[in-house]
């Protein structure tokens, strides 16, 4: 099959790898028909997250079950599923708590697994024609045979990860919320916020494409190359500040005048956003090691955070990657319903074949490339 494959930093090839097949008789094989390219993937292309030469890339997928094992009992052949990116056995402690990210089962000595995904197991991504899932009957999500795809890809994470943060900052209706970044998980983060009722949401980002995306929705952008953004916030909300506070931008987080990065500013400018006693939700991604770290307590997972102020404030705060499965059902709910329709965030919908220029552009954040699904089986286009 044809594969999405990480050779060195900043680059990848689309080649002829071994089919996966099934291993274990709780095992699928799923024909993918989209998948999308996450700003995680761009850690491990940048070679800041260590991905080894060989791996397929890819953990927002979804297709059509192609084979089931033995022991599956809720899937036929024929079914259209999205999986989420992590890889949960749904039996474990923490899986039976609802904490599916965090599984204990699938990637020994790690807490949690993920397709396509350094240190996430030994799974390959589902940039390809072919994936294999693990526990399918706990980690595929049927859907309907409708035209919502584009939608519905979007359910095996940047959607729930972004309702994940409104969920750690516990937004709730007729409050105000501040999010940081307007990246494809901002976006989903401030569209969630509207969906659970805030009453103003701040979108906070220096590219004018999201921050015109970000309007488009119902957010108020703030470009933070403008002034400071928490200054800015507040003069929109009295001098009071935000009630909540979600980032959406993890560990290359920029300085105001974008010219370096600034690993720990968002969290101190969330802290300075957010009002006394308010919340923090903090989806963006932040790594135990980062080699291209600016320095060297960054490129050990080390940030010098206020934590000083936010007790001052009696803030609370909540981290940690999102438990798909605690979402997508209500979320492909809302898509089927006519109530969310998160594919506004997608830009691009490309053959696998282009994935090596997709990967390029998405990198350099030019021509407008903000998120891309890539839909394998596809010709290259002329």
Excluded: W
């Excluded at 949960?88 to 599984?103: E, H, R």
């Excluded at 103003?200 to 190359?225: C, H, M, N, W, Y």
């Amino acid at each position: 099959m044809k594969a999405v494959v990480y050779e060195e930093p900043f680059s990848v090839r689309v080649k002829d790898v071994q089919d996966p097949s099934i291993q274990h008789p709780n095992d699928v094989l799923v024909r993918v028909t989209s998948s999308a390219i996450c700003g995680s993937d761009l850690h491990m292309y940048e070679g800041r997250t260590a991905a080894r030469s060989g791996i397929v890339f890819g953990h927002e997928n979804l297709g059509i079950i192609e084979e089931v094992g033995a022991g599956v009992t809720s899937l036929s052949v024929g079914d259209r599923v999205v999986m989420p990116f992590n890889v949960a056995c749904g039996f474990c402690k923490n899986c039976l708590a609802g904490k599916t990210g965090f599984c204990l089962t699938v990637n020994p000595g790690f807490a949690g697994g993920a397709y396509g995904y350094v240190a996430m197991g030994p799974y390959e991504g589902g940039q390809a024609e072919l994936l294999r899932v693990p526990f399918a009957d706990f980690n595929c999500l049927k859907l309907p045979d409708t035209d919502f795809e584009t939608d519905f890809v979007l359910l095996a994470d940047i959607f729930p990860t972004g309702y994940h943060g409104c969920e750690l900052a516990q937004v709730s209706p007729g409050e105000s919320v501040a999010v940081f970044g307007a990246g494809p998980v901002g976006l989903m983060a401030a569209y969630s916020a509207l969906l659970r009722g805030a009453a103003k949401v701040f979108s906070v980002d220096r590219v004018p494409e999201r921050l015109a995306k970000a309007e488009q929705i119902g957010a108020i952008p703030i470009d933070f190359t403008k002034g400071d953004p928490a200054q800015q916030i507040k003069e929109q909300t009295d001098g009071e500040g935000t009630d909540k506070g979600v980032d959406a931008v993890g560990y290359q987080a920029q300085a105001h005048d974008a010219s370096h990065e600034e690993p720990a500013i968002v969290l101190n400018e969330l802290v300075e956003t957010v009002r006394p006693t308010g919340m923090l939700g903090v989806p963006g991604l932040y790594v135990p090691s980062d080699p291209g770290g600016p320095d060297e307590h960054a490129k050990h997972g080390q940030l010098l955070v206020s934590i000083g102020r936010m007790f001052e404030k009696g803030q609370q705060m909540g981290t940690g990657q999102c438990n798909v499965k605690r979402y997508n059902r209500q979320l492909r709910d809302l898509i089927i319903a006519g109530r969310a329709k998160p594919s506004f965030v997608v830009s691009h919908e490309l053959p696998l074949d282009q994935a090596p220029l997709a990967y390029e552009k998405f990198d350099q954040r030019i021509e407008g490339y903000t998120k891309v699904v890539l839909h394998p089986g596809h010709a290259l286009a002329a």
